[in-house]
């Protein structure tokens, strides 16, 4: 029986998918059951709870990253006294295609990984800079106005 991936390996194996694009491999590094969280996200989607989801989530990574290529650089793994637990630092280094300018997306991610699979991971990623990269600024901007809750007025007496 082989021996599982190590937290440090999963978390590389995580970054290095999402910059391949395996969408399919990557639902595998994670647990049938976890806990998966974006604090960063404008929107403040719901926690991924389950490997479907997770499967469904990755689903839509050409989708939302078009012609976008990038490769994570700076990679910085933290231990902690916990063994399960590890911090991931690292970028997401690319080219914006529309003008060659380069970039680099700062990344951290808090993640439990146990017996091989994660069991509960805090990605804090910049989704203002990824949106930068992908030239929709203006469209994540119309969008969180859109989402905003409906401000009342006070009427004057």
């Known amino acids: 029986m082989a021996q599982p991936l190590s937290p440090s390996e999963v978390f590389h ?81 690319g080219t914006v295609p529309a003008t060659g300018e380069p970039f680099a997306l700062p990344g951290i991610f808090v993640m439990r990984v146990r017996d091989g699979q994660i069991v509960s991971s805090r990605d804090y990623v910049d989704h203002l800079g990824l949106a930068r990269a992908l030239g929709r600024t203006d469209g994540l901007i119309t969008a969180l106005g859109d989402a905003q809750p409906a401000r009342k007025t006070a009427k004057a007496v």
Do not use: K, M, S
């Open 13 to 93: 194996a995580l970054v290095r998918g999402v910059c391949d694009r395996t969408w399919d491999d990557l639902p595998g590094l994670y647990a049938e059951q976890t806990n998966v969280v974006h604090p960063l996200d404008p929107f403040r989607a719901p926690p991924l709870l389950t490997r479907e989801q997770l499967h469904e989530h990755f689903a839509g990574g050409d989708e939302i990253l078009g012609d976008v290529r990038f490769q994570p650089a700076n990679i910085t793994i933290h231990e902690t006294a916990d063994p399960e637990v590890i911090v991931g630092e690292f970028e997401y280094r």
